[in-house]
């Protein structure tokens, strides 16, 4: 255990935080208390000469010396006296020392080892599916345990600003200030990353006949396949293990659930202007089951091709360490190398190219004003129609089915006493109706099986878009926090705060930002059109092939019983001439 003594910092600009968000407000040259460097993502706790406590973004402080208090420090505050956060949770860990006093700073949570990569870690107690993965908050267990707290936290920034971790980590909340310092924006953006960058590691972004757009350079597809069940400590342990095969090299990798989720971890924090998919679910029970384990890779084939279709991280290093090594002391040193990346999070836009035309803010501003209210329709309504086909589908699977059935039980039953006569002429006549029951019971089967072919179909694609749509705002948040910051440094030259020639500095650095930013929507966009094209044909093509065959099985029956002869008619009964229509009258 080591002891944390508070620190002084001086404030280099002018905040304002959400208090709902326990952020804490100052002024610029304001002297603050730095109560917690530990809080993680560019954020420390402060207190200011008021007293007030709360999260400050790190890049805005300088430490300096604090001069000797003429006063006793303030006692700490009794816990049922702490106030909770807009979202209900504590400002204050009550299991730390009071933050007026020298705080016992416990060991950084225990990171996977590089050397445990493949070795006997927690990781492979349950093997992959014990608790939730980095993409996906859902169906997380009491094992989660052996999660480690890190990668808990980073998961949770990146997929919502509501989510705290349960490890006595302050909550932060979901503002433009949290999201842009969290990802290193607001740092490049105000100068503070530099460094020359090699024309190798150089990201273009080019004019396109739609507007901005990534550089396309290398195309190339990935297949998943060939499931296997693999294991260690001869046999205490196992896992499922995926063969990957990219088509420019065709050698394949084995890699397990949690390679996944380290690479999409990897991804996330490297990109902070391109929403990373969620991986598919993780989950215990039927994690061997050969259904389970087809769907699961049906679904990391999807993320994996989503991944190598778009053309930054498809062709960034550390997704080719992935999709290519097969060596286990390289796996190792790629992974460190990956894990230390020198242009991941705000360092990524140092690599950007953009083009020399200055852009028009107003009509940035107009473009992504658009672009939040299409997404956030686009999510409605993308849930919106995932409840509708599900509903749909479980009509399918029973309503549907159990109706057709039971006119076609009902038909047979008919067909069962009509043959309980011994005339000759009605036998055929039982025979169509007792047909007409099969078919009626066939397609009530088809009802049931149908939704595999088309409505699930679907339903995976309105699905994997959910996912992106839900950790877009993220990627916006970026950008909004560097328009928000230029607008403020505009002002900071009205009051001499700084030059003009460091305000024009700054706004070139958020260009790049909003390049990135327009790229990547129009990457969205482009994809969108495809992706929705071909779902939409394949539902379509398959309900027409549905409905054909249920015409064609109708058709049948009725077929049957229009070539029936039931009886010569008598010979002294007149045959009714066309368009001549007769009634029955009872005497």
């Not at 993409?135 to 949770?156: E, Y």
């Not at 009902?410 to 039982?430: E, I, M, V």
């Not at 694609?461 to 970026?478: A, T």
Request: glycine share 6%; charged share 25%.
């Amino acid at each position: 255990m080591s002891l944390q003594y508070a620190l002084g910092a001086k404030a280099l600009y002018e905040f304002t935080g959400d208090p709902d968000g326990g952020e804490l407000s100052f002024q610029q040259d304001e002297l603050l208390v730095i109560i917690r460097q530990d809080i993680g993502d560019g954020w420390w706790e402060a207190r200011s000469q008021s007293g007030k406590q709360g999260l400050i973004p790190e890049s805005y402080v300088e430490i300096v010396s604090l001069p000797e208090p003429s006063f006793p420090p303030p006692p700490p505050p009794a816990p049922s006296q702490v106030q909770d956060n807009h979202y209900g949770y504590s400002y204050y860990d009550d299991k730390r020392s009071s933050i007026s006093q020298p705080i016992q700073q416990s060991a950084p949570p225990k990171q996977p080892s590089f050397d445990d990569w493949d070795d006997d870690d927690d990781w492979d107690d349950y093997d992959d599916d014990d608790a939730s993965s980095c993409g996906t908050a859902q169906n997380v267990t009491n094992n989660n345990h052996h999660l480690d707290t890190q990668s808990i936290q980073s998961h949770d920034t990146k997929n919502s600003g509501i989510h705290a971790t349960g490890y006595g980590t302050v909550k932060k909340n979901y503002s433009r200030f949290s999201q842009f310092s969290r990802t290193g924006g607001e740092s490049f953006m105000m100068g503070q990353l530099t460094g020359s960058v090699a024309e190798s590691d150089c990201v273009k972004i080019i004019e396109g006949p739609y507007g901005l757009e990534w550089e396309v350079k290398t195309q190339y597809t990935c297949e998943l396949k060939d499931p296997k069940k693999e294991s260690k400590l001869k046999g205490l342990k196992s896992y499922m293990a995926y063969q990957l095969t990219p088509s420019f090299s065709n050698f394949t990798v084995s890699r397990r659930y949690k390679h996944f989720d380290w690479l999409h971890e990897r991804l996330e924090e490297k990109f902070p202007c391109i929403p990373v998919p969620p991986l598919p679910e993780k989950a215990i029970s039927g994690r061997y089951e050969d259904d389970f384990v087809n769907e699961r890779m049906k679904l990391l084939q999807r993320w994996v091709t989503r991944m190598v279709r778009h053309p930054i991280i498809s062709r960034c290093e550390v997704f080719f360490h992935f999709l290519t090594c097969s060596d286990e002391k390289k796996w190792k040193q790629g992974k460190r190398k990956a894990e230390k990346d020198e242009y991941m999070g705000g360092r990524f836009f140092l690599t950007l190219r953009a083009p020399s035309t200055k852009l028009d803010m107003t009509e940035v501003d107009q473009k992504m004003e658009n672009f939040v209210k299409f997404v956030r329709g686009m999510d409605d309504n993308v849930k919106h129609l995932l409840n509708i086909f599900h509903d749909n589908m479980k009509k399918h699977q029973g309503p549907f089915k159990r109706e057709y059935q039971k006119i076609g039980g009902a038909f047979k039953n008919l067909a069962t006493t009509f043959g309980s006569d011994d005339l000759s002429y009605s036998k055929n006549l039982t025979t169509a109706i007792d047909q007409t029951g099969d078919a009626y019971n066939k397609i009530g089967e088809m009802y049931a099986n149908q939704p595999q072919k088309d409505s699930q179909i679907l339903a995976d694609g309105l699905n994997e878009y959910k996912g992106i749509l839900s950790v877009y705002p993220d990627v916006l948040k970026v950008h909004e926090g560097a328009v928000g910051k230029a607008k403020e440094c505009q002002k900071q030259v009205e009051d001499a705060k700084i030059t003009e020639s460091e305000m024009l500095s700054i706004l070139q650095r958020a260009d790049i930002i909003s390049f990135g930013t327009l790229a990547e929507m129009t990457h969205f966009q482009k994809e969108r059109v495809v992706d929705f094209k071909i779902m939409m044909q394949a539902y379509l093509k398959q309900q027409i092939i549905f409905y054909q065959e249920i015409t064609s099985k109708l058709e049948e029956s009725l077929k049957m019983l229009l070539s029936l002869s039931l009886f010569p008619p008598h010979p002294l009964s007149p045959m009714p001439s066309a368009g001549k229509h007769y009634s029955l009258s009872f005497l």
